[in-house]
């Protein structure tokens, strides 16, 4: 998806011309991927920009760091605070942000220097990750033949850089084959999540997802969607799911901060339910977009205002 440019990226402590956010060849992040990353979205409301969760994005970056022995030289205040300067001066009502934590040059090899870490904070005006229509028509996914990384190979709870080579080998073969997006399974054969989203089924008016044991990234979508559809009387179970659990569904969607609430209506060339986005996903998506809006007095704090 093409990056529409905006005026200013957070780069240590400093803002840069977006043009001038540059790093050396022989960066080792690039070479090896190690970094760790965020992806976070602001949305347009009342009281200006609000970006979503973002304590809870940051603090999860932080534990990222943590996994892969990074030593960022800021704090998750510090990093909160840069963002939201970085929403402000580049004059954006809603965008994508894009924090990253990675190496500075200057050594080459496996053995990192992560006393070493560099962050930068871009933000950028981004549309809706699966199509102008995903969320309206819903999306086609195939399984993948990549499996998705194992907590014993990659951690899969951290938002390692490296790490998505496995979700990308995975979209991209998805995308090759004519489809919208890939489901990885785990490496015993439970359903684990999208490439760049978790999953939820609806069976017989209970709302079932796969628990972060088997592989899945802990969305904070998806513990938006745990919460909103819990507050609403239906039923959330976590637990294990298999391939023809996504077959035999009423309804399948997928949420993630980039692609947001999107209702999977076909898999393997199987119609999901009826082959349209249910009821059950079209009451999520609209209790979604109120929430993420600072529309739902009752989820309030999930709003950072930028500007406040
Ligand atoms: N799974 C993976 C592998 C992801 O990359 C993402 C996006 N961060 C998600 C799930 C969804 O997480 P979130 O809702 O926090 O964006």
Known sequence: MPITPTKKIWMDGELVDWDDATIHVLNPTLHYGWGVFEGIRAYATDRGPAVFRLTEHIERLFRSAHIYFLEPQFTVEQVIAATKETVRVNDVES?????????????????????????????????TYLGDAAEENGVRARVSS???????????AGKGTGQYINSSLAKVEAIKAGYDEAIMLTPSGNVAEGSGENLFVVTRGTVYTPPVVDGVLAGLTRDSIMTMARDEGIEVVEKSIVRSDLYLAD??????????????????????????????????????????????????????????
């Open 95 to 127: 965008c994508y942000i894009r924090p990253l934590m990675y190496l500075g040059h200057g050594e080459m090899g496996l053995l990192p220097v992560t006393s070493n870490t560099r962050i930068s904070i871009a933000v950028w005006p981004w549309g």
């Open 146 to 156: 990549w499996q998705r990384i194992s907590a014993n190979a990659i951690p899969p």
């Open 251 to 308: 309804e399948v969607f997928c949420t993630g901060t980039a692609a947001e609430v999107v209702p999977m209506v076909e898999i393997d060339d199987r119609k999901v339910g009826k082959g349209v986005p249910g009821p059950v996903t079209k009451r999520l998506i609209e209790l979604y977009r109120q929430a993420v809006t600072g529309r739902l007095d009752r989820y309030k704090e999930w709003n950072e205002y930028v500007r406040e």
